[in-house]
C-alpha cells in the first residue's frame, strides 16, 4: 500500500529555516539543528527554559534532595529515593551507554544547564523557597526517566496483595485484580490504511497519568539533516521515547501492564560491623551505608542504605521486622533503555521502530506502530524476568532460591495489524502470560466500538459513556419493594440513565453519589473490616494501600466477589441508595469531578492558578470511560489523574495531524502559554500540528553555536 509522498512530507518551508527555536502558536518548540548532538543540546535548554522548576524538582527527586528545597513533606520520597539508590542507578546506566548515546545525553545536560538560570528567572517557585537551580551531572536525564516510572509498575501492589492475604486470605486478593491508583491506564488505537481510497493509516490515543502542573509530556518538534519528528517529550529527557511522528512512521505506547518488578522478603543481622543477610546457602555480606538527609526548615535526618543480592532495601515489614527489597531490570542490567531513543528518532519503517526498541528496558510498554507504506505493527517493548509465579502475586522470601530471576526475560515479537488494533490496558493474547492485573475490558471493547462504526479518531477520545459493568449491573438486580419511595425513585432514575458520564449530567452525578456512599458501606462492611487493620509498610505507599481507596478503585471487583467472603452486597448497596436519596439532591457530574491538578505549593501564584483551574474546570467522563477523568469513588470525586496528552497521528499527511495538553507550553504562571490549552482540552478539541517552518515564530536568541 503506497500513499503520497509529497503530501507525508514533513518539513515544509525547510529550505527557507535555519537554525535554533520557533514556536507555534501555541508557544510549542519547533527546533531545528546541524546536527543530532546540537540538536539534544537545544532541547535541553528548550526544556531548562520553559519548565526550570519542573526540571529541577524531578532531578530532586533523583537524588533524594527534594527535602532540602521544599521541606520535611517531601522526607518520605527522599527516604525511598535514598533506599531504592535511584541516582546511583542511573549513574550506573549512564556509563555503560554508547560512546554516541553517552555524548547525545551529555549534550542534552549542557543545554539544560545553559537554560537553567534564565528559566528560573522567570519561575515564582525559586525565590518562594529561598533557592535557586543547580547544575545537571551527565547522569541525571536517567534519574529523571526512573523517578517517572519507579512506581509506575506493580510492585506497590504486592504490598496490598500481602495485606489483603494477611488480613482476608490469599483468596480475596481477587477482588481487587485491576490497575492500582499509582497510574498506568492509557488508550491508544491504530486504524490501517485503505488503498482503495488511498487512506493512510492513523494512529491516535491518550495517556493517563497523574495530571500534574506542568503537564508531564512536552510537546515539542526535533529536526536535523538526519530527522523530522515531533511529539512528546518528558521535560529533562532527551528525544521522545513515547510518542513520536516522524512523517514516515508514527509510534505511540500504553502500558503492557506487564509485572517487571519484585519484592524479596530479607531477613538482616549483625555480626560485629558487618551486616549479613540470609540466603540460599546461609549467611552472606550485605552492602550497607548511611546518608544524609538535609531538610529545609528542619533537622536533616540519616537514613540507612541496604543492598542484598536481590537488591536495594526499600521498606521493613512492621509486622515481621523483615526488609523488603526491590529488583528492578534498570538496576540487574544497568541499562534504562536510553539506547533506543536515537535509534527511534532515526525510524522511517514500522521496521525500524521494532528494531530500536529491542533495547528498550522498561517500563514495559504495548506499542502500535505505523508508517506512510501502510504497514501498521503491535509489539511489546521492554524486559519481563522469567521466574516463579509467585513473584507476581507478592514479596517473596529472598533466601528461597525457588524466586530466583532465571537468568531470561519474555520473548516478544511484532504482530502485524490487518485490522482496527486497540491497547487499553486490557488483557490481551500479547500481553496476558506477561503481567497479572490488567485494567478491565470496557475502554477497549468501547473503542473498538466506536471506530468499526465510523466515529472519527479525534472523537474517540471523549466518549463518556460508561459500560454496562458489575457496578450498573448490581442496580438492575435490586428489588424495588424493598425499597423505600425515596430510594426506589432513585433506582428508577439510575436503571433507566443511559450511562453517559457527562459534566452537565444530573444523572451522572446521582450515580457518583451511589458509588461513593457503597464505597464507604464496604469500607465499614464486617467482611471488609479487617482490612482496615494497621498496615505494615512505609507511609509512602498509603496511595497503594489504604482500604478505602483500594475498594473505590476495584468497585466493580468487589462488588463481584463479595459473595466469595460469605457476604450478599444487595442489602449494602440498597442502603446507599437509601443515603443518597435522604440527602440533598447530587448535582451535576461536573460539579462534583473538577479537576485537581497535582503541583508543590510552594508559590502563591501557582497556588492562585490552580484554585481558578478548579473552579472553572468540571470535566466529564470517569475511570472506565474512554475519556477517562480518573477519580477514587468513597474518597474524592476530583479528578487527578487523567489524559495528559491527546493524539492523532495522520501517515498520509503529518499536517493532518493533531494534539493537545492540559495545560500548556510553559511551566510559568503568568506565561500566556502556561495554560491556554486547557479549555479545549477540557471541551476535549484538538490543537493543529503545523509542520511548516514558514508558519512559525523564530525566537531570538536561541540559535545553537
Given amino acids: 500500500m503506497i500513499f503520497d509522498e509529497h503530501a507525508a512530507r514533513p518539513d515544509s518551508g525547510a529550505g527557507r529555516a535555519v537554525t535554533g527555536v520557533y514556536r507555534d502558536a501555541w508557544g510549542v518548540p519547533h527546533l531545528r539543528a546541524g546536527s543530532v548532538d546540537e540538536l539534544a543540546r537545544l532541547q535541553g535548554r528548550v526544556a531548562a527554559l520553559d519548565r526550570a522548576w519542573q526540571i529541577e524538582v524531578e532531578r530532586w527527586r533523583s537524588e533524594g534532595r527534594l527535602a532540602a528545597h521544599v521541606g520535611p513533606d517531601a522526607l518520605g520520597w527522599d527516604r525511598f529515593a535514598r533506599r531504592a539508590r535511584l541516582d546511583d542507578t542511573a549513574r550506573r546506566c549512564f556509563h555503560r551507554l ?7 545525553v551529555t549534550a542534552y545536560v549542557a543545554g539544560v544547564n545553559d537554560g537553567l538560570a534564565e528559566g528560573a528567572a522567570g519561575a515564582p517557585e525559586f525565590p518562594a523557597v529561598g533557592g535557586a537551580p543547580g547544575r545537571w551531572r551527565p547522569w541525571s536525564p536517567l534519574g529523571v526517566f526512573l523517578v517517572q516510572h519507579i512506581l509506575f509498575s506493580t510492585f506497590p501492589n504486592k504490598l ?8 482476608l486470605g490469599a483468596a480475596a486478593t481477587g477482588l481487587f485484580a485491576v490497575e492500582g491508583p499509582g497510574g498506568s491506564g492509557s488508550n491508544a488505537w491504530a486504524v490501517p490504511g485503505d488503498a482503495a481510497t488511498g487512506r493512510a493509516p492513523v494512529i491516535a490515543g491518550d495517556p493517563h497519568r497523574l495530571l500534574e502542573l506542568p503537564g508531564i509530556y512536552q510537546q515539542v518538534r526535533l529536526a536535523c539533516p538526519e530527522f523530522d519528528v515531533l511529539g512528546f517529550a518528558f521535560p529533562g529527557v532527551p528525544g521522545l521515547p513515547h510518542f513520536g511522528h516522524a512523517g514516515e512512521v508514527a509510534w505511540a505506547v500504553t502500558n503492557a501492564m506487564a509485572d517487571y518488578q519484585d519484592l524479596y522478603r530479607e531477613q538482616l543481622r549483625t555480626d560485629g560491623d558487618r551486616l549479613l543477610v540470609r540466603d540460599a546457602d546461609g549467611w552472606v555480606p550485605a552492602y550497607r551505608h548511611v546518608e544524609r538527609i538535609a531538610v529545609r526548615g528542619g533537622d536533616p535526618e540519616t537514613v540507612e542504605i541496604v543492598e542484598t543480592p536481590r537488591g536495594p532495601v526499600v521498606d521493613h515489614d512492621r509486622h515481621t521486622g523483615e526488609a523488603i527489597s526491590l529488583r ?6 544497568a541499562d534504562l533503555g536510553f539506547e533506543a531513543l536515537l535509534p527511534l528518532l532515526r525510524s522511517r519503517t514500522v521496521d525500524d521502530v521494532a528494531d530500536a526498541l529491542r533495547a528498550w528496558v522498561e517500563p514495559v510498554n504495548s506499542v502500535l506502530v505505523a508508517d506512510r507504506n501502510g504497514a501498521v505493527h503491535q509489539l511489546v517493548a521492554g524486559l ?8 507476581r502475586r507478592e514479596p517473596v522470601p529472598g533466601w528461597d532460591p525457588r524466586y530466583r530471576w532465571r537468568g531470561g526475560y519474555a520473548e516478544t515479537k511484532p504482530i502485524p495489524v490487518e ?23 470496557h475502554r477497549a471493547d468501547r473503542i473498538r466500538t ?5 466515529v472519527a479518531p479525534e472523537d474517540v477520545h471523549v466518549d463518556t459513556r460508561l459500560a454496562a459493568t458489575p457496578l450498573r449491573d448490581l442496580l438492575r438486580r435490586l428489588d424495588p419493594d424493598d425499597l423505600d419511595p425515596p430510594a426506589r425513585e432513585l433506582l428508577d432514575r439510575l436503571t433507566a440513565w443511559d450511562g453517559s458520564m457527562r459534566a452537565d449530567s444530573t444523572d451522572a452525578g446521582a450515580f457518583a453519589a451511589w458509588r461513593t456512599a457503597l464505597a464507604r458501606r464496604l469500607h465499614a462492611h464486617p467482611s471488609l473490616r479487617p482490612l482496615r487493620a494497621p498496615g505494615a509498610y512505609d507511609e509512602l505507599f498509603t496511595p497503594w494501600t489504604d482500604p478505602l481507596a483500594r475498594i473505590g478503585h476495584a468497585l466493580d471487583g468487589v462488588v463481584a466477589g463479595l459473595h466469595r467472603l460469605g457476604a450478599d452486597v444487595a442489602p449494602v448497596a440498597a442502603a446507599a441508595l437509601a443515603d443518597v436519596a435522604a440527602d440533598e439532591p447530587p448535582p451535576a457530574w461536573g460539579r462534583r469531578h473538577l479537576l485537581h491538578p497535582v503541583h508543590l505549593g510552594v508559590a502563591p501564584a501557582v497556588d492562585a492558578a490552580v484554585a481558578a483551574m478548579r473552579a472553572a474546570t468540571p470535566l466529564g467522563g470517569d475511570t472506565d470511560c474512554v475519556l477517562a477523568t480518573s477519580s477514587v469513588p468513597g474518597v474524592s470525586d476530583a479528578c487527578w489523574r487523567g489524559p495528559v496528552a491527546r493524539y492523532v497521528w495522520d501517515l498520509g499527511d503529518r499536517a493532518r495531524s493533531r494534539w493537545v495538553v492540559p495545560f500548556g507550553a510553559s511551566g510559568r504562571p503568568g506565561d500566556p502559554h502556561f495554560a491556554d ?11 493543529p500540528v503545523d509542520t511548516d517552518w514558514r508558519h512559525l515564530t523564530r525566537q531570538p536568541g536561541d540559535e545553537n553555536p
Fill in 98 to 104: 554508547s560512546p554516541a548515546t553517552r555524548r547525545w
Fill in 160 to 167: 496490598w496483595h500481602a495485606h489483603v492475604t494477611a488480613t
Fill in 328 to 333: 528492578t531490570p534498570a538496576r540487574v542490567e
Fill in 384 to 391: 519481563v524476568p522469567d521466574r516463579d509465579d509467585r513473584c
Fill in 419 to 441: 485490522d482496527i488494533a486497540v491497547c487499553a490496558n486490557d488483557r490481551r493474547p500479547d500481553v496476558a502470560d506477561l503481567g497479572a492485573d490488567f485494567a478491565p475490558p
Fill in 450 to 454: 466506536l471506530l468499526a462504526d465510523g
Fill in 677 to 687: 490549552q486547557l479549555p479545549r482540552w477540557a471541551a476535549g478539541e484538538l490543537d
